[in-house]
């Protein structure tokens, strides 16, 4: 008798635990079926348009060309991308040309703060940048559509991938002037830079944010091990000297978990490591959601 009890419990155990785990594959592999695709392309692994295929994100053809990807992407995604083109010339009358790429995702409440998921496109020259960071942008193309599709939402959002980060973050710099002409209220600005690589598998990752209240929204979130960033990105420090508040999310890099191929050419689509890539972007995704709540 206690044996048949037993399987019982077994059985039911087993058929009240199979959903969960059924939909938790399913998230990731959907993740990972979108990302796949998005750094496929962005990498040269798979044609970008036609038969082209891109070896880099470096000249101004080929970001044109990637940029141009990441439009219809947005438009594919349900969203209504905008690109922001800009001419300017540095001190030492260098021109820049360039285009970010963005799109916003009102709120449904008549909110006036905008939260920024955003990540740069370029790459240095002869690197496919697939960590550096084609990842990046996947993970940013994958929240705002997500987070489009919520019924309710308390704040903006706006996905935004920026141009010529190479060129003394150019592109980054112009776009924050725009915000800030434009009269944006941030509420926060949150990106994602060499993710990828998980040579140990913890699925770790590394995060500097501007403030606690961020940090321990991601914690909470957050089912791995998250290390706190000591040093501050250019980025972060750009994005705080306009008074943004800020969160940089990487890959492992104090306990040198990182790719060793950033900014050369073997920083390729073979390299990353998909799951990985899929549990940051999840973790990315529901802090967003839960950004939406409040």
Known sequence: MNYYRTLLLVCFLVVQTAPAQTEEDRREAEIINIEKSIVAKLTGHEPIRGKKKLTSRSSKSERKIAADFLFESLKDAGLKPE????????????????????????????????????????????????????????????????????????????????????????????????????????????????????????????????????????????????????????????????????????AELKNADNSPFVRQSEDKYTTVNFKYLASTTEITYKVMRALATQ
């Not at 991938?161 to 776009?175: L, P, Q």
Request: charged share 20%; aromatic share 12%.
């Open 83 to 250: 690109r922001h083109t800009y001419n300017v010339q540095d001190k030492k009358k260098n021109l820049y040309n360039g285009t970010n790429v963005f799109a916003e995702i009102p709120a449904t409440n008549g909110s006036d703060e905008w939260v920024i998921i955003c990540a740069h496109y370029d790459t240095v020259e002869n690197s496919p940048g697939a960590v550096h960071n084609a990842t990046g942008v996947a993970i940013a193309y994958y929240v705002a559509k997500k987070i489009a599709q919520l019924p309710s939402r308390n704040k903006n959002f706006m996905v935004v991938f920026f141009d010529h980060w190479k060129s003394n973050m150019i592109g980054t710099r112009m776009f924050t002037k725009k915000l800030q002409t434009d009269g944006y209220n941030i509420h926060s600005m949150h990106r994602s830079d060499y993710m990828g690589w998980d040579n140990d598998e913890d699925r770790a990752i590394e995060l500097l944010a501007s403030n606690l209240s961020l940090e321990s929204l991601y914690r909470i979130e957050s089912p791995v091990p998250i290390y706190k960033r000591i040093v501050a990105t250019p980025e972060s420090r750009f994005f705080s000297n306009f008074g943004y508040e800020t969160v940089t999310l990487t």
